[in-house]
């Protein structure tokens, strides 16, 4: 049962990050969001929260990050109402917008590997 579970919250993961990524691409209309890139999604296993990992290929000033995703932030009772309409259950859980950090660590160590060379 336990490993149901973890799948189902997996698939769950999976439908969320698909789904939000296409509600703010196409329903977010503002040019302060830039170009964001959902990198993935965690949910808890209540299902009353889900953390949204996110990049932005266009900001590499942290207070530029910080205010696109307060934007997010603010605009995730909208993208929860859309998002509630295109999925199939009970409740939605809360979104909760993370910067991730991942992407500009794994290019900070490349950088310093083909140094190394």
Do not use: W
Request: overall charge positive; charged content about 25%; some cysteine.
């Amino acid at each position: 049962m336990y490993t149901k579970r973890i799948n189902r919250l997996q698939r769950i993961s999976q439908e969320i990050q698909r789904k939000v990524a296409i509600i703010i691409h196409h329903k977010v209309h503002d040019p302060r969001v830039g170009l964001p890139t959902i990198s993935g999604v965690q949910v808890s296993r209540d299902l009353k929260n889900a953390k949204i990992f996110i990049t932005f290929l266009d900001k590499n000033n942290i207070e530029e990050i910080n205010f696109s995703i307060l934007i997010l932030q603010k605009a995730s009772g909208f993208i929860r109402f859309l998002l509630a309409n295109s999925m199939n259950l009970r409740t939605v859980p809360v979104l909760l917008f993370k910067y991730d950090y991942s992407l500009k660590e794994g290019i900070k160590i490349c950088k310093l590997i083909s140094q190394l060379k």
